[in-house]
């Protein structure tokens, strides 16, 4: 996983009572994210290392800062499994 993670390719992005939906059209894939996991992605701007992610997180919904880091490194690992990230 790269230090300061990135969205890959095209994706259209649209709220909705579920949660955020990402379309992927060159692998016709519908992802679902939660608001956290939405945080997450939106942070993934190559600029912003997971420990930052963590801390914004962290800072932002009053997780306990070893959560934050938890929860941002288990939704780094499936958006780059899902190749939503490199």
Partial sequence: ????????GE???AEGAA???IYEPSADTLHLLNASAKAIWDLCDG???PSEMAAAISELTGVDPAQAESDVRE???R?????LVD
Avoid: F, N
């Fill in 1 to 8: 996983m790269r230090d300061r993670p990135e969205r890959r």
């Fill in 79 to 83: 958006l780059r499994d899902s190749r």
């Fill in 75 to 77: 939704t780094l690992i």
């Fill in 19 to 21: 949660g955020w939906t």
């Fill in 11 to 13: 994706v259209v992005q």
């Fill in 47 to 49: 600029q912003t290392s």
